[in-house]
């Protein structure tokens, strides 16, 4: 079993910048494909960003592909996004997931673990 704790999350501008981080139970995290999703109001959920194991494989969204940056630190069981040149369309509940393989993938129904989620919020 993983447990998974978003922080980070709060109210910027447009053209600001935050680092969302996710705090991983467990020991296999090292082992676990992650990835980031979000869920605006009204909205479905959407794919974000995905990471394989070891960090040597990542895919973003196109909507973002160029400002969000995914990253780990496994030895402190610990996900990122770093979010740059944040839009008001990125706002949203964002998500951390994992999944037990170790390839990314932007499929939410591949991921086995999901954390409570963090609001991101971008005003004009």
């Known amino acids: 079993q993983v447990q998974l704790v978003e922080s980070g999350g709060g109210l910027v501008q447009a053209g600001s910048s935050l680092r969302l981080s996710c705090a991983a139970s467990g020991r296999s995290f090292s082992t676990y494909a992650m990835g980031w999703f979000r869920q605006a109001p009204g909205k479905e959920r959407e794919f974000v960003a995905t990471?394989?194991?070891?960090?040597?494989?990542?895919n973003y969204a196109d909507s973002v592909k160029g400002r969000f940056t995914i990253s780990r630190d496994n030895a402190k069981n610990t996900l990122y996004l770093q979010m740059s040149s944040l839009k008001p369309e990125d706002t949203a509940v964002y998500y951390c997931?994992?999944?037990?393989?170790?390839?990314?993938?932007?499929?939410?129904?591949?991921?086995?673990?999901w954390g409570q989620g963090t609001q991101v919020t971008v005003s004009s």
């Open positions: 997931a994992a999944r037990r393989d170790i390839m990314a993938s932007t499929i939410d129904s591949d991921y086995n673990y």
């Open positions: 990471i394989s194991w070891r960090g040597g494989s990542t």
